[in-house]
């Protein structure tokens, strides 16, 4: 059955990352939608996405303000892997007057905290090609958007804190829906079939994600993000590391220096690490010094 373009249910705008084009985003957006939704799956240029993102959200801006002009009553859907979900928070940054029109916003294993592989090409933060933007933190814009428009960020684990190229701290921010699935590849997410039903599942009851809370657990995680250079990491280096401090409710904070004199730092509760990290050599000093508070504390609570 062919859908009325002129009058489809929904537009389902599906965006593709790094080094890709719309192809298999766009199939596994048409295989999670009915027939009478419209999909706009844009290839912004493979080449292009090794460069900067800002000309890549104008391209996209211009392309959704086209399809929107010419379906003015129609609820909107974005579905962005990736890269492209960071694109379209660009946009919608941009676009406030779109925000009640979205029905629902999904993101694939976007990097919304600064991917850490980014970080690592451009540790300085100079703005070297796309890793420049990648390594960008866009938690505020996406807290900000997920507190007006119901918003999910997938992530998948296949092993140690990563889905083999976004770690799942990267993918969390306040205000959003947040799924963790497993056994699924960074890459594999714009095409498995099994990413159908967990889109198809928030379609049908699209929500605004619950506010943050307010534990000591969160605080610490808060706090250890705002540190100068902190970079969310994945849990590889876990068992190579040393409990520094320890707080209520079985929390603890580790810490390990590399050779390369970058320091991991994790959060746990037992056994289950709640967060990882890593300062380079040049934001150490700002690290320890969070430490050393800590510890103060930590040895005024025994006495």
Not at 70 to 96: A, C, F, Q, Y
Not at 203 to 231: K, V
Not at 277 to 300: P, S
């Amino acid at each position: 059955m062919k859908i009325d373009s002129s009058k489809p249910k929904y537009l389902l705008f599906a965006q593709h990352g790094w080094a890709d084009t719309g192809d298999q985003i766009g199939n596994l957006a048409s295989s999670a939608a009915d027939s009478q939704t419209l999909t706009i799956a844009p290839s912004l240029g493979w080449l292009k996405t090794f460069i900067r993102i800002q000309h890549l959200v104008r391209q996209l801006e211009n392309i959704a303000k086209e399809v929107i002009q010419d379906h003015p009553e129609t609820p909107i859907k974005i579905l962005g892997h990736s890269m492209g979900g960071l694109i379209w928070l660009e946009v919608l940054n941009r676009n406030p007057q779109w925000w009640n029109r979205v029905h629902s916003f999904i993101l694939l294993g976007s990097p919304v905290g600064g991917s850490n592989i980014a970080r690592i090409i451009d540790p300085l933060g100079i703005g070297i090609g796309t890793a420049g933007d990648l390594g960008k933190n866009r938690r505020s814009m996406a807290a900000k958007i997920a507190q007006k428009i119901p918003l999910l960020s997938v992530a998948s684990d296949i092993g140690m804190g990563t889905d083999g190229l976004v770690t799942l701290e990267n993918t969390k921010f306040d205000y959003g829906n947040w799924l963790l699935i497993s056994s699924i590849a960074h890459s594999a997410m714009r095409y498995d079939p099994r990413m159908i039903p967990i889109i198809q599942e928030f379609w049908a009851n699209p929500n605004l994600g619950d506010s943050p809370e307010t534990t000591e657990a969160n605080q610490l995680i808060q706090r250890l993000r705002s540190l100068p250079g902190m970079t969310d990491a994945d849990y590889h280096d876990l068992k190579r590391s040393q409990i520094v401090a320890r707080f209520t409710n079985n929390l603890s904070l580790r810490k390990w220096d590399n050779p390369w004199r970058v320091s991991h730092v994790y959060l746990c509760q037992e056994q289950r690490c709640l967060y990882a990290g890593y300062v380079g050599w040049l934001h150490i000093r700002c690290l320890n010094q969070f430490i050393q508070e800590i510890q103060q504390r930590d040895l005024c609570l025994r006495r």
